[in-house]
């Protein structure tokens, strides 16, 4: 196969790669597996609205029919928010769903290391995959990507579910730095705080862009993880979480739900405990982080 048998890019998301225009990239598992139908759509939908207003564009990326489309169009994501057998693909799924001509979701390792093949600099998404609490060599393939390309990676850091303090740990070890934006400690997914430190803060996307330069002068190759706390009006207290987190995967593991189902059904198990308030701040997250990322974009781009 060749690059342009894989990639189809849409027109608005090209000329603007070619003008160098500010664009920012977002996954598309959020839409195939991350909410129920149809707020997966509704909230796709209003982050790509958030980083129109900031005068940026977004690139949605997804798998339709075997071909990575960088760009989804509005039927598109309908079609992965509806489909059936919509596979959630990470980067080790990309070769099997193209040579298989499956439908798929684009998880945050797959969507980072897609936006660098094309190009893009700037990716937003709620939460990150990391290390599993209790079981410490199940790491999650955002962190070994995160490791390997340089986009810059707008997040509420690591999702509720895993362990914390070692997803920052490992992203220690492989070099990524951890950036806090107006904030001195790593957001925890649906709460403003961790207890666990950045690796330095920075107030405004022109900040974000100077560290970007810095680190291409050096010749680095790794992302730049800028954690973003999820707005204050909507966030659940870190004890909150914790025991909500606490009860669903107590439920989860009752039930033997493990893999790739293991995120869906912890989130929707949380919102149930929660009274919806968990989902209501996962939304939110969303789509501010979407707005922060395209401030970035347009500071990379210099508009």
């Known amino acids: 196969m060749s690059a342009s048998e894989i990639f189809s890019i849409a027109p608005a998301v090209q000329e603007a790669l070619s003008a160098g225009g500010p664009i920012v990239a977002l996954e ?3 839409i195939s ?3 129920p139908y149809p707020l997966n759509l509704e909230t796709a939908q209003a982050m790509e609205a958030a980083i129109r207003a900031e005068g940026a564009l977004p690139a949605t990326i997804g798998l339709i029919a075997g071909q990575v489309v960088v760009g989804l169009s509005a039927a598109q994501c309908e079609r992965l928010a509806r489909g059936q057998g919509v596979r959630k693909v990470s980067r080790r ?3 099997l769903a193209l040579a298989w001509g499956m439908d798929g979701g684009t998880t945050v390792a797959a969507t980072v290391y897609l936006a660098g093949r094309c190009g ?9 995959g990391g290390v599993h609490r209790g079981q410490p060599y199940d790491i999650s393939a955002d962190l070994p990507e995160l490791a ?7 997040c509420s850091g690591p999702k509720a579910l895993l362990d914390l303090p070692l997803t920052r740990e490992v992203l220690e070890t492989y070099g990524v730095p951890v950036i806090g934006y107006g904030v001195e400690e790593m957001p925890a997914f649906t709460s403003v705080t961790s207890g666990l430190p950045v690796d330095g803060r920075v107030d405004a996307p022109e900040e974000v862009a100077r560290l970007v330069r ?3 002068a050096l010749g680095l190759r790794t992302a730049l993880l800028v954690t973003v706390p999820v707005p204050a009006e909507v966030a659940l207290s870190p004890e909150e979480a914790q025991a909500a987190t606490a009860r669903a995967l107590e439920l989860a593991e009752a039930q033997g739900i493990t893999g790739a189902a293991l995120t869906p059904f912890v989130l929707a198990q949380m919102a149930a405990l929660t009274g919806g308030r968990s989902r209501q701040a996962n939304i939110a997250l969303l789509v501010n982080n979407a707005r922060v990322a395209a401030r970035i974009a347009r500071a990379l781009a210099g508009t």
């Open 33 to 35: 597996h991350g909410l």
């Open 120 to 128: 893009l600099r700037v990716m937003a998404t709620g939460g990150i």
């Open 93 to 95: 799924d990309l070769p």
């Open 28 to 30: 598309s598992a959020l």
């Open 214 to 216: 810095a680190r291409d």
């Open 148 to 154: 390997r390309t340089p986009l810059v990676v707008v």
